[in-house]
């Protein structure tokens, strides 16, 4: 898994330079942390990443949603499993 790279901004450079904090974003994929009154406000990244960050999160919420399934003992046997499949699928 690779780190995604940070860079802190003011939010003047925003206004002042968004094209290179775009370029910055989308060519090097690093998230640049946008300040106000020197504290954190909002985070820019590219859309490519923006995809693959919520593609990643989606796919830990179903991996969690799982494990607790185990845990709380809803399971079922696999050819009950691949006969519901079947069905579903016609």
Partial sequence: ???LQETIRP???LRN???????QCRENGEAVI?????RGD???I?????????SRIELLEI???????VLNGRLDDIEST????????G
Avoid: C
């Fill in 82 to 89: 691949f006969k519901d499949l079947r069905e579903m699928l």
């Fill in 46 to 54: 590219g859309y490519e990443e923006y995809k693959n960050l919520k």
């Fill in 34 to 38: 946008i300040t106000v009154n020197g």
């Fill in 42 to 44: 909002t985070v820019s």
């Fill in 63 to 69: 991996l969690a949603e799982a494990e607790n399934d």
């Fill in 1 to 3: 898994m690779q780190l």
């Fill in 17 to 23: 330079h968004y094209s290179e904090i775009s370029k």
């Fill in 11 to 13: 939010s003047a450079d």
